[in-house]
């Protein structure tokens, strides 16, 4: 694993309720194998991939995580192994994300599906963002409204 490229990490235990259908392979499993078949057929540099044991946000299923040294962290749920759209739409995120100050990807920025479907995004330590107010220097509350 080269620890300077950016990683996408799968939910290998998310269920998405579709179990029964598919011999008892859950949802997150299924999701990282549609997208593993769509990269197969592109070129894939640039990114690691990895699967998780629950994210500890099961009730969003599924989940995904991108994260990279410098850079903002985001997870995104409710994706769908079934809907091809979210597959390509993750593998799309991944040149925004680099080619991106620090990844910092407005929504708008963000391919469709991942735009409503973010649950969370941290900028990193010592991230120059100006969303970043450090609290320990000045007044607490000059910039602390939120406008992105
Ligand atoms: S099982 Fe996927 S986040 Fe918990």
Redesign the pocket.
Known sequence: MDHHQPILSF?M???DGHEAFHEDIRG?ARLAQAFLSHIGAVQRHGFTLRGV??????K????VSLCANGRFSYMFGDLDAAAPDHVVALSALIPLYLAAPEGFLRREVRPEPLQARILGRLPPPGSASDLVTPLDEGDPAHGMFCHV
């Open positions: 939910c235990t998310c269920q997150g044991r629950c994210m500890s946000q099961c969003r299923a599924c989940i």
